[in-house]
């Protein structure tokens, strides 16, 4: 019977909603992720052969200081910004104020990232030999915060985000097979890239007008978010340094070479959080406006399906790693690396639990610095160990450093949780 009651609840949820926006919005957001899945399984391969690992491992490597930098313009808007739209998306004058300000906010931080790419490139070698690839990878960045993907979750029109980026990403991945035939056109990628954010993220900023009327920014209010979301953009920030950072740490260390093997295999197991995201982001909003109560009743009710899962997909990585990569990649080198494939795919397992805490639990109550505090020590955790790793064992000790990293966050969240929260 207990068993009974525990599946039932989060098949209420559709039922409770009368306009049926939580699962309208997942169907949308999992149409994104799904296409952000699908697209890499026939891109990756292709570019992989075409332009061979080592220069593979230079995009690679731009991409992930990539994500770092959006990490910073985003600043933690991704869940504070939509929390709040939520909150006040009936009331147009407040929902303008806060759309302009935010606005304004990133505009402000892409400037300084940018400022800072520069520097990089200016500054150290390794940047100044590839630099227009680092360049034209910042259009991603660009593109991706002047598209308020966090106003559209906020007020439930995921449509748009789904429609947008759907067709923008298939485009742009159709031109990488026609545009780019040789390991010379290396260059092509991160343009192509570019050009599919640049022109969401335009069409997306544009559409969003019409909810919205014009409020000159303030800078206190500017200000504001920039403490309140302190511990956002410190967890993100950490994020970054496991999910994405650990291709750049490794391409510094190892070579653009093994940065390549390491990141084809790393994007084939963070592929699998697409099960989780878009559940998690369709949710959040609905759930971020329900009491402490509710909240805790249905994190753990969701823990079960997701520990299942989880094991499900970790074991098909495990058993079927070679044949995987195999069909994948087909590639000699990367195929002799299957046993680091098997063990990130542990990561598949953790994540998809922590993420329920760190993605869910946490940012619905507001509760900011316990979702901070273990994602910042999770981060640091595997910056040591990535290093060390990198430096004594290449990329094995990467890979272990990957996923010692995602269950130390889970431990630390899952103490929180019942420490905390539940008292």
Partial sequence: MNKIKNYSLIKNIWKKRKDSKVISNYIYLLLIQGTNFILP?????????????EKYGVVMIASSLVVFLNIVVDFGFNISATREVSII??????????????????????FISFLFLIFLILTF???????????FSFGIVFGQNIFPAWFFQGIERMKVITIINVLAKIIFAISIFIFINNESEYIRVPI????????SGIIGFLISLKYVDYHKPKFMI??????????????????????????????????????GV??????????????????????????????KTEIITFINKLKKPILISGIIISSIIYIFAEPILNLVYNDPIINSYAYIFKILGF?????????IYVSLCFPSLKLY??????????????LVLAIIGASFYSILGTAIAAVFSEFMILIISHYYFKNKIII
């Fill in 347 to 355: 990561i598949a397992l953790v994540a998809s639990l922590n993420m």
């Fill in 222 to 259: 500017m200000k504001g978010f920039i403490n309140e979301n302190k511990n956002l953009i410190a967890s993100n920030f950490a994020t970054s340094i496991y999910t994405s950072g650990n291709t750049f740490i490794l391409g510094m260390i190892g070579g653009d070479t093994i940065a």
């Fill in 41 to 53: 399984l026939i891109t990756f391969p292709y570019l992989v052969r075409t332009l061979g690992l």
């Fill in 262 to 291: 390491y990141s084809s295999m790393e994007k084939l197991v963070m592929a699998t959080k697409t099960i989780y995201t878009p559940l998690y982001q369709a949710i959040f909003p609905w759930l971020a406006n329900k009491s």
């Fill in 192 to 199: 192509f890239n570019s050009l599919g954010f640049i022109i």
């Fill in 369 to 382: 610095k316990f979702r901070m505090i273990p994602m910042v020590l999770g981060g640091i955790i595997n």
């Fill in 125 to 135: 070698e390794k940047f100044q030999s590839e630099y227009l690839i680092y360049l």
């Fill in 89 to 110: 998306r009936n009331n147009k004058e407040k929902l303008s104020t806060y759309y302009w300000n935010v606005f304004y906010t990133k505009l402000l931080l892409l």
